[in-house]
């Protein structure tokens, strides 16, 4: 794959994130998870072509539109580290998730995840987080890192590169019965 494809999609990641921040309406302090398979992205099937540099091109675009946002974004990692999650220190402590000990790397953890731990400011990892929106790029199954009500959001970049996205926000639970008056927000 040549430089300039990877730019590519570098710059689909960030359209797509941009499109899911605004349509979830996060705000500044709010949680994206994502799920990135660079071998999907590549045209290759999920985890037999873990690329970092794709990996690097892909995590800065989604970085770039989270930080202008304010919003932490949290790198999921491959099932080889039991999906665990990699997030600055401040998110972690912010929203008091218990920090676990491990450094991915790009054939245990995956090459998204090793980018976020080798880009981020304080990067830290935990086995759980509640995020309030998420991205799965390559069908990596972010679904259990959401928060309790998920609801699909769609977003005009269906792909990044040769893999599928598949875009999530999160809404409070509505409790009460036939009586009960929702707020819209």
């Known amino acids: 794959m ?77 099932e080889h580290l039991n999906r665990a999650l990699i997030l600055e220190r401040e998110a972690a402590e912010k929203y008091g998730y218990e920090i676990v ?19 981020f400011e304080e990067p830290v990892a935990v086995e759980h987080v509640r995020a309030h929106a998420g991205m799965d790029i390559g069908d990596t199954l972010i679904g259990m890192h959401l928060r309790d009500v998920a609801v699909p959001v769609r977003i005009r970049t269906t792909q990044i590169g040769d893999a599928h996205v598949v875009c999530a926000r999160t809404r409070a639970k509505y409790v009460g019965g036939a009586r009960a008056i929702y707020a819209e927000e």
């Open 2 to 78: 040549v430089m300039n494809e990877m730019m590519m999609m570098g710059d689909e990641a960030y359209k797509a994130a941009k499109e899911l921040l605004e349509e979830a309406k996060l705000k500044a302090g709010d949680m994206l998870v994502v799920g990135c398979s660079t071998s999907e992205v590549g045209g290759a099937s999920i985890g037999t072509f873990s690329s970092p540099e794709l990996a690097e091109m892909v995590f800065g675009g989604i970085y770039q539109a989270t930080e202008e946002a304010g919003v932490f974004l949290v790198a999921q990692c491959c």
């Open 101 to 119: 000990n491990v450094i991915p790397q790009p054939k245990a953890g995956g090459s998204f995840a090793t980018a976020a731990y080798n880009f």
